[in-house]
C-alpha cells in the first residue's frame, strides 16, 4: 500500500510539530524517518497511524482519504520502542491477541501465530512469557504481533531504541532481511543515522517539523541540501573561511570548492567529512594546513586522528584507513599536513 502524506500541520499549542509537511512512500518500499529530537518524525509517525489528527492536511493510503479515519480504522501495525507486550500473556497469545479480538476463528489463529513466530525466529519460544526474553526477542514478538493481521502498513517508532549496540546491529540486519523477503509498506522513525542507512530503502530527514531532505542513503549522504543536513548526517569538520572565484579559503590556503563558482564572494563555512581529509608528514607540494597531532582514537576499520590546526578553535578530525595510519606512525605532538580532499560550502547559516 502507498502513503502520501499532503501538506500536514499539527500544533500543540504554540508549538509546530508538524509544518506544511508531505511525503510520498511507495508501495512495499521500507523509509525512514531521520532527525534529532524534536524535529517531528514521531509526530508524522502518529498522524500516519491515525493516533493523532492534523490541524491541516490530508494523509491517503492506496489513494483512499484517511485523514478522518479511527486508528483502528485504519489497519496499520504499530511498533514502539518499549515493546508493550501483555506480561501476563505468554508469547504465543501476545501474537494472537489481535486475531481473536478481530473474532478470528481458533483454526485460523493457530496457524497464522505459528506461521508469524516461525518467520521472526521464535518457533519454539510460544509458551514462554515475556519476562523470560531478551530484549531483542521481546522486540520481535512485537513486530509479529503487530504483523499478525495483515496490515496494510507497518509503522515502526525507534524499534530498538531501548537495546544495547550489539542487539540493535543484529536486529537491523534482521529487519532488512524480513523486509525483504515479506514487502510490506513500512515507515521506521529513528535519530540514529547509521540504523537508517542500513535498514531503509529511502529516508527522510527531519528538523523544526520540517522536511529538509529526502533521497536514498546515498543521495543524502554524498549530496546534501544544506548545512544541517551535512552536520546531521556523521562527524564534519567546520572551518570558517571564505569563498572567492570557485575556491574555498581556509587561512591562507586555497581549495577546489566545484559548485561554489556562482557564489558571492565572502565569508563562508566550510564543511569537510574526516575521511575527506588527507593526512601527511610533508607537504607533498599540495595546498595543506599545518596541524599537531593531540589524540589518536581507535575504531575499527579506521582510526580517529584528532589534530590541532592554528587559528581554530575546535580540533579537527582525520579518519584514516588502519593500512595509512601504519604507514604514519603517528605520535602525539607530532607535525602533520591535512589536505581536503572534497569540501562543501553552503550560503547562509543555520542552527540546531
Given at each position: 500500500?502507498?502513503i ?24 512495499g518500499?521500507?523509509?525512514a524517518?531521520?532527525g ?8 508524522l509517525?502518529?498522524?500516519i497511524?491515525?493516533l ?6 490530508a ?15 485504519r ?8 515493546y ?14 489481535g486475531?481473536?479480538?478481530r ?5 485460523d ?6 506461521e508469524l513466530?516461525a518467520?521472526v525466529?521464535?518457533g ?11 530484549g531483542?526477542?521481546r522486540?520481535?514478538?512485537?513486530l509479529?504481533?503487530?504483523?499478525a ?6 509503522l ?8 544495547d ?6 536486529l537491523?540486519?534482521?529487519l532488512?532481511?524480513l ?7 513500512t ?7 547509521e ?6 530503502d529511502?529516508v ?7 522536511v529538509e531532505?529526502?533521497g ?6 554524498e549530496?546534501?541540501?544544506n ?5 546531521f548526517l ?6 570558517h573561511g ?6 574555498a579559503?581556509?587561512g591562507?590556503?586555497e581549495?577546489?570548492c566545484?559548485?561554489s ?35 589518536v582514537i581507535?575504531a575499527?576499520s ?23 595510519f601504519a ?14 580532499r ?5 550560503a547562509?547559516?543555520?542552527?540546531i
Amino acid at each position: 500500500m502507498s502513503i502520501a502524506v499532503r501538506d500536514v500541520t499539527k500544533r500543540f499549542g504554540a508549538f509546530a510539530a508538524l509544518d506544511r509537511v508531505s511525503v510520498d512512500i511507495s508501495e512495499g518500499e521500507l523509509l525512514a524517518l531521520l532527525g534529532p529530537s524534536g524535529s517531528g518524525k514521531t509526530t508524522l509517525l502518529r498522524v500516519i497511524a491515525g493516533l493523532e489528527r492534523p490541524d491541516a492536511g490530508a494523509v491517503l493510503i492506496k489513494d483512499d482519504d484517511v485523514t478522518r479515519t479511527s486508528a483502528r480504522d485504519r489497519n496499520v501495525g504499530f511498533v514502539f520502542q518499549h515493546y508493550a507486550l501483555f506480561r501476563h500473556m505468554t508469547v504465543f497469545e501476545n501474537v494472537a491477541f489481535g486475531l481473536r479480538v478481530r473474532n478470528w476463528c481458533a483454526g485460523d489463529v493457530r496457524a497464522r501465530v505459528e506461521e508469524l513466530l516461525a518467520l521472526v525466529r521464535l518457533g519454539e519460544l510460544g509458551g514462554r512469557y515475556p519476562g523470560e526474553l531478551s530484549g531483542g526477542q521481546r522486540q520481535r514478538v512485537a513486530l509479529a504481533r503487530a504483523l499478525a493481521a495483515r496490515p496494510r502498513v507497518l509503522l515502526l517508532d525507534e524499534p530498538f531504541g531501548a537495546l544495547d549496540a550489539k542487539v540493535r546491529a543484529e536486529l537491523r540486519v534482521w529487519l532488512r532481511r524480513l523486509h525483504d523477503e515479506h514487502p510490506v509498506t513500512t515507515v521506521f522513525v529513528t535519530h540514529d543515522q547509521e540504523e537508517a542507512f542500513e535498514v531503509a530503502d529511502r529516508v527522510v530527514i527531519m528538523s523544526r517539523g520540517r522536511v529538509e531532505q529526502e533521497g536514498t542513503p546515498v543521495e543524502v549522504f554524498e549530496h546534501p541540501a544544506n548545512p544541517f543536513v551535512m552536520d546531521f548526517l556523521g562527524h564534519v569538520n567546520v572551518f570558517h573561511g571564505r569563498v572567492h572565484n570557485g575556491k574555498a579559503v581556509v587561512g591562507e590556503v586555497e581549495f577546489d570548492c566545484p559548485g561554489s563558482e556562482g557564489q558571492t564572494p565572502g565569508p563562508a563555512r566550510v564543511y569537510v567529512r574526516p575521511h575527506e581529509l588527507g593526512l601527511a608528514v610533508d607537504r607533498n607540494g599540495e595546498p595543506a594546513l599545518a596541524a599537531e597531532v593531540i589524540h589518536v582514537i581507535p575504531a575499527g576499520s579506521v582510526t580517529r586522528v584528532l589534530v590541532r590546526v592554528p587559528g581554530i578553535e575546535e580540533p579537527v578530525g582525520v579518519a584514516l584507513p588502519q593500512e595509512r595510519f601504519a604507514e604514519l606512525v603517528l605520535q602525539k605532538g607530532a607535525t602533520v599536513f591535512i589536505t581536503p580532499r572534497r569540501v562543501r560550502v553552503f550560503a547562509g547559516d543555520y542552527v540546531i
